[in-house]
């Protein structure tokens, strides 16, 4: 009922910027919250950030407290992720969340490659 798609990835150099974007389309008048999870290989999936759908409440990982800022633009239905200061500890797959009536939707994963 609720499609997600990511965008913005790729390669950059520590140090560097870049940031995510996440268009929710669908049924999403009942969406509650909309957020981001990485995942690596050999790693379980981790929350990176979230902010609620009314009042903007967001809630970041200890990890990227401070670099990465996420923000929504309720008009497109959008949802970013700003990355500065990225490390390599950073790469991974970066995956949209958004959950509706309990349902979590997930995004088909955008690849975040940070390299040394």
């Known amino acids: 009922q609720v499609q997600l798609t990511e965008s913005g990835g790729g390669l950059v150099q520590a140090g560097g910027s870049l940031r995510l974007s996440c268009a929710a389309s669908?049924?999403?008048?009942?969406?509650?919250?909309m957020g981001w999870h990485r995942q690596a290989p050999g790693k379980q999936r981790e929350l990176v950030a979230y902010i609620t759908s009314s009042g903007g409440v967001t809630n970041y990982a200890d990890s990227v407290k401070g670099r990465f800022t996420i923000s929504r633009d309720g008009a497109k239905n959008t949802v970013y992720l700003q990355m500065n200061s990225l490390k390599p500890e950073d790469t991974a797959v970066y995956y949209c969340r958004a959950i509706k009536n309990g349902d979590n939707y997930w995004g088909q994963g955008t690849q975040v490659t940070v390299s040394s």
């Open positions: 669908g049924s999403i008048s009942s969406i509650y919250l």
